[in-house]
C-alpha cells in the first residue's frame, strides 16, 4: 500500500472541497487510513492499486460526489518529503506564513519565472527547483504583488500552499503511513 497526499490544482487557486463528504467518500470508495485537512481542502489516503488508478478513482469520486473535475494528482510521501527538503529560502522557514511551495503540473515556459521576479517587492522571491516554486513573500501572501501574479503569471496549472500547510500535509500523511 502506497500512502498519497492528494492535491487539487487550478490556475487561480487551490480548490477547497468540504472535507468531512470527501473524506467519506474515499473511504467508502475502499482507500484506507482517509485523513482531509481542512485548511487546504486536501486529502492524503494509502492505496492499493497504482498511482494513475488512485488518481482516476479519486477524479470519478470528485465529479460523480461534487461536480469537480480539474486536474487531481497524488503525490508520495518521499516525493513531498522531498518537496520541503529542497526548499530554496531554508532562512524563511523561521516565519513558514511567508513562505509557501506551488506544485506545477509541468515546467514553466521559459523566461516566466524571470518575468515573475520583476514584480517582485523588497524582500520577495520566486524560485523554481523541479516542479515546485517556492515563494517567499514576507509581506504576506494576500497581499504580495508576486504573488497576485503567480497563478497566472506562471503559465501552468499549480496549487500554492502556505508552508505550515505543506508541513501540516507531510506530518498527517506520516501518521496515515504508520
Not at 103 to 118: H, T
Request: a positive charge; hydrophobic letters at 45%; glycine letters at 8%.
Amino acid at each position: 500500500m502506497s500512502t498519497y497526499i492528494i492535491l487539487f490544482r487550478g490556475v487561480g487557486g487551490a480548490t477547497q472541497l468540504p472535507t468531512k463528504p470527501l473524506r467519506e467518500a474515499l473511504t467508502e470508495a475502499g482507500f484506507g487510513n482517509v485523513a482531509t485537512y481542512i485548511n487546504s481542502g486536501n486529502a492524503v489516503l494509502k492505496s492499493g492499486i497504482s498511482r494513475e488508478k488512485t488518481i482516476a478513482s479519486v477524479v470519478d469520486i470528485c465529479k460523480r460526489e461534487f461536480g469537480f473535475a480539474k486536474d487531481i494528482h497524488a503525490i508520495t510521501l518521499d516525493e513531498w518529503s522531498a518537496l520541503i527538503d529542497a526548499n530554496p529560502f531554508p532562512e524563511a522557514v523561521a516565519v513558514p506564513k511567508f513562505l509557501h511551495a506551488a506544485v506545477l503540473a509541468a515546467q514553466p515556459e521559459e523566461g516566466k519565472v524571470e518575468a515573475l521576479q520583476a514584480f517582485a517587492g523588497k524582500g520577495e522571491r520566486i524560485a523554481v527547483v523541479g516542479k515546485v516554486a517556492y515563494l517567499h513573500t514576507p509581506n504576506g501572501f494576500g497581499t504580495s504583488k508576486l504573488a497576485e501574479k503567480f497563478d497566472k503569471g506562471i503559465g501552468v496549472p499549480n496549487t500554492a500552499r502556505n508552508w505550515n500547510t505543506v508541513l501540516k500535509l507531510k506530518e498527517l500523511a506520516e501518521k496515515v503511513d504508520s
